[in-house]
């Protein structure tokens, strides 16, 4: 299945906890499609924090939803994540976007991702490495971009 995962890092050395997490999730079941550049944008939510680092990723993988989800925990868990305050600042954030154009919710895992269609930090790197993406709701991802400010680092 085809999926698209959105990754931020707003503490320590955010390139190397965005690179630690890309190489961490390619494995025989994750295959790497497509990485954006990455794009320095301000906090969502908790206004008081550092900068993020976003980028976004295609994937193709075996896993099911909760299965891919319970993976990117894991490794948010082993970069340092911690779960202290919602849309506080971490070390490393890997959010399902969308998996296979699927719409479900349950108490674990909402596709695509609530938010997607809100934050120009997604919105900008997914529209870079899939142009043509028409988003779950319908939508094509060229009129859709989202709130706040990006600005693309490389």
Not at 4 to 31: C, H, M, Q, V, W
Not at 66 to 80: F, K, N, S, T
Not at 96 to 123: C, G, K, M, Q, W
Not at 127 to 141: D, K, M, N, Q, Y
Request: aromatic share 8%; hydrophobic share 40%; glycine share 6%.
């Amino acid at each position: 299945m085809r999926a698209f995962l959105g990754l931020g890092s707003n503490l320590g050395d955010r390139a190397l906890y965005l690179k630690e997490a890309i190489s961490a999730l390619e494995s025989p079941t994750i295959k790497i499609l497509a990485t954006s550049r990455i794009y320095e944008t301000e906090p969502w939510g908790v206004m008081d924090q550092p900068q993020y680092w976003n980028q976004v990723i295609e994937i193709e993988t075996l896993f099911e939803p909760l299965d891919l989800l319970h993976v990117c925990q894991e490794i948010e868990h082993r970069l340092g994540r911690e779960r202290k305050v919602h849309w506080g600042s971490r070390t490393i954030d890997i959010d399902i976007l969308i998996y296979d154009n699927r719409v479900s919710e349950s108490e674990e895992l909402t596709l695509p991702h609530p938010y997607l269609e809100e934050r120009a930090f997604v919105l900008a790197p997914l529209r870079e490495i899939a142009p043509t993406l028409v988003l779950p709701s319908g939508r094509a991802i060229q009129v859709v971009s989202g709130e706040g400010k990006v600005f693309p680092l490389s």
